[in-house]
């Protein structure tokens, strides 16, 4: 018996060797993720990376012990996370938006100047890169979109990896790509053993509800600019919260991507909802009975039944849901399990949720 959503194993067909001119099926090898492949044979590893919309080939390589990259560039704080979770945080020489990372160890070397923070895409400091000279930037983005950088830098001369970590909708499909970093390390043996024990966790913790039979409703995320946007029910928050025991409401089956909603129409449902999960960056009761007067009518409201992701947080926005947390979807699961059957789990003490 399944006890969690688990993502079956795709066979995608995908444009291209590394430069997109040829047409090959590209096998997923991968237990959960679904945009990496790793094919390891004695003396290397093969490393493909696809884009998750055009299914090309967006970076092909044979790594061996030797060709371990000693100045690494990250360019989202997920990245970051692999690493520390690896050991090898040491190889970071630079990085974009420091003011996001939570990790105080890494934190402390920007501002000491160890780490150098270059800029964000468009404005990335291009003569920095240049002087530090790395040997790989691992970033994130989809061709096409708005991300020119990503060529400028290739241009350049630069070893460029291009993740879609961030578009993997099972929580263990994230965690998998310590595989990668892992591969790419040459730690291997350490990233499959820290992958198997929480993969091995989650699923425990999935089994813990699987039988209960009353799933209660879970209102997610805040409006935006008066939209409410509710992920679809194979999203990644939408599958922890169906693996913790609970349900979205509005959240469209079969479907990852976020769709809008008016304010009056999530209202009108959220009647029903017996908690409300992750409204945006609001940090209290009141704040969010400020937003709109409709709000105090919830009964969830009412109840105090409103519960954060935002509990280790930078001052500038950041937030360790998104980079720690990617490295612990079964710490983020037995907290959302607890908030959702605090019979089933009871924590006093939470890691990336607060009770507003």
């Known amino acids: 018996m399944l006890f969690c959503s688990l993502l079956s194993l795709l066979l995608l067909s995908c444009g291209g060797s590394g430069n997109g001119s040829e047409s090959l099926l590209f096998p997923v090898t991968n237990e959960y993720a679904l945009f990496f492949s790793l094919n390891k044979s004695d003396s290397s590893t093969e490393i493909k990376v696809i884009n998750p919309v055009t299914k090309k080939i967006l970076f092909s390589d044979n790594i061996t012990e030797d ?8 360019m989202s704080t997920g990245h970051v996370a692999y690493m520390t979770a690896l050991g090898v945080t040491n190889r970071i020489v630079a990085l974009s938006g420091g003011k996001y990372i939570y990790d105080k160890t890494i934190h402390e070397r920007v501002e000491r100047g160890e780490i150098a923070d270059i800029g964000y895409e468009g404005s990335l ?18 061709e096409g979109e708005n991300n020119s950088y990503i060529e400028k830098l290739r ?20 965690l998998e790509y310590l595989k990668l970093f892992g591969a790419f390390f040459n730690c291997s043996d350490r990233a499959d053993s820290i992958f ?27 409006p935006w600019k ?22 979205v409401i509005l959240s469209r089956d079969g479907e990852s991507v976020s769709h809008p909603y008016s304010i009056e129409d999530v209202v009108k449902e959220a009647l029903k909802a017996d908690f409300w999960l992750n409204p945006n960056n609001y940090n209290s009761i009141e704040e969010l009975k400020k937003v709109n007067p409709m709000f105090k009518t919830l ?30 979807p079964d710490v983020i699961l037995e907290e959302i399990i607890s908030v959702l059957h605090p019979e089933i789990i009871k924590k006093e003490t939470l890691v990336y949720y607060r009770r507003l």
């Open 196 to 222: 198997r024990e929480r993969e091995e966790r989650y699923l425990r913790l999935c089994q813990q509800v699987s039988d209960i039979a009353s799933k209660p409703g879970v209102l997610l995320n805040a």
């Open 125 to 142: 400091n291009y003569e920095l890169l240049i002087k530090i000279n790395p040997d790989i930037i691992f970033t994130y983005g989809i």
């Open 299 to 328: 009964p969830v409201l009412k109840k105090g039944l409103v519960f954060n992701n935002n509990l280790r947080s930078t001052l500038s926005g950041g937030s360790d849901f998104w980079e720690t947390g990617v490295t612990e």
């Open 67 to 74: 060709e371990t990259p000693q100045r690494v560039v990250c």
């Open 226 to 247: 008066e939209i409410w946007y509710i992920p679809g029910e194979e999203n990644y928050m939408s599958v922890l919260i169906k693996d913790a025991g609970g349900k």
């Open 155 to 174: 241009k350049l001369g630069f070893k460029v990896v291009v993740l879609g970590d961030y578009l993997e909708n099972h929580p263990l499909g994230k």
